[in-house]
């Protein structure tokens, strides 16, 4: 599809504002709809579209395939190893109030990491799944 | 909604299929919107309207878009019916003994829904408790479905790893595996 110039731009365009669009829907999950598996699933649209438009060689070089696996693994691993951290702090696994001096900040500071650590595994599976399914194609 | 299933299983042309399908999916997308469940109507939006759709697009560039005519001997059809209709029987008659919707007397919300919205944002600081019940009242939850995910994930790409030709001869289907 490499040829299409207004598909090419029109994705070269909007790509960024996906992205940007998913950072919100990541950070700001707290004070409205959105999380880590809303926001996962847009920032891996941005690179699905990009596939698309552009071809799954040129995609694999901007997410290469051994990032894409580690970010599968690196998001959970986040999220098992903020509850560990809990832990050591005295709390119980997965209470975010031992974080901080602060219960409150540690639960924010708790959502928030964890929230991070979903939509990067989110975002590496959906990637990692569309490069399979594409890459079989050819 | 009842429209388009009618046409996903009636169509041969698995396109129209696909495209009915990630239209099943906004449509309930907004009726979850219409029910005040912001969170669950955007997941169903960029999830099931978003990508599922693009990876059956995906998938059907790897077979073809038309499906084969296939006859099937009546009284197979007849016991699929059969079995469709009792259990289809069986959940509507289960969902007779369940509260009305918006039911305050209902279990669902009086057992610790009440204290989520008393104290969830008191002793999280979240403004959102959709947010605040995900993440941390209900941490080992969701860890778990992260733990699916990742597991989907894994097994995906050992499904498109093991087809790879690199491992001796593959059957002749004609199809070369690609690294993902």
């Known amino acids: 599809m490499s040829h299409h110039l207004v598909l090419r731009v029109i994705a070269?365009?909007?790509?960024?504002?996906?992205?940007?669009?998913?950072?919100?829907?990541?950070f700001h999950g707290?004070?409205?709809?959105?999380?880590?598996?809303?926001a996962g699933v847009i920032f891996g649209s941005a690179f699905i579209l990009y596939a698309l438009v552009f071809g799954v060689e040129v995609a694999c070089r901007v997410a290469p395939a051994w990032a894409v696996r580690s970010g599968i693994a690196f998001g959970a691993l986040l999220y098992g190893v903020t509850g560990l951290v809990a832990m050591q702090k005295?709390?119980?696994?997965?209470?975010?109030?031992?974080?901080?001096?602060?219960?409150?900040?540690?639960?924010?500071?708790?959502?928030?990491?964890?929230?991070?650590?979903?939509?990067?595994?989110?975002?590496?599976?959906m990637i990692a799944i569309f490069f399979g399914f594409a890459g079989r194609g050819r | 909604m009842a429209l388009t299933v009618f046409m996903v299983v009636r169509l041969r042309n698995l396109f129209a299929v696909v495209m009915l399908g990630g239209i099943y999916s906004l449509l309930a997308a907004s009726l979850l919107v219409v029910l005040d469940a912001v969170?669950?109507?955007f997941t169903e939006a960029a999830v099931g309207a978003g990508i599922s759709t693009v990876l059956a697009l995906g998938a059907l560039s790897l077979t073809t878009s038309q499906e084969n005519e296939t006859r099937r001997n009546?009284?197979?059809?007849?016991?699929?019916?059969?079995?469709?209709?009792?259990?289809?029987?069986?959940?509507?008659?289960?969902?007779?003994?369940?509260?009305?919707?918006?039911d305050p007397e209902a279990p669902v919300h009086r057992h610790v829904a009440d204290r989520y919205i008393a104290d969830g944002q008191r002793e999280t600081g979240v403004p959102n408790i959709v947010t605040a019940v995900l993440a941390s009242y209900r941490g080992f939850d969701t860890l778990g479905e992260v733990m699916v995910i990742f597991t989907a994930g894994?097994?995906?790409?050992?499904?498109?790893s093991a087809a790879k030709p690199s491992r001796g001869k593959m059957p002749d289907d004609g199809e070369e595996g690609g690294k993902p």
């Open chain 2, 154 to 160: 894994i097994g995906v790409l050992l499904a498109f």
């Open chain 2, 39 to 41: 969170d669950v109507a």
């Open chain 2, 74 to 102: 009546p009284l197979y059809t007849a016991m699929i019916g059969f079995v469709v209709l009792v259990t289809g029987a069986a959940l509507v008659f289960g969902s007779l003994d369940m509260p009305h919707y918006g």
């Open chain 1, 90 to 125: 005295g709390g119980n696994y997965l209470d975010y109030s031992a974080l901080s001096a602060d219960p409150v900040a540690g639960q924010h500071l708790g959502i928030l990491v964890i929230e991070l650590g979903v939509g990067i595994t989110v975002a590496s599976v």
């Open chain 1, 12 to 26: 070269k365009l909007l790509i960024p504002f996906i992205m940007l669009f998913a950072l919100y829907v990541q």
């Open chain 1, 30 to 38: 707290d004070y409205g709809p959105g999380g880590g598996f809303q």
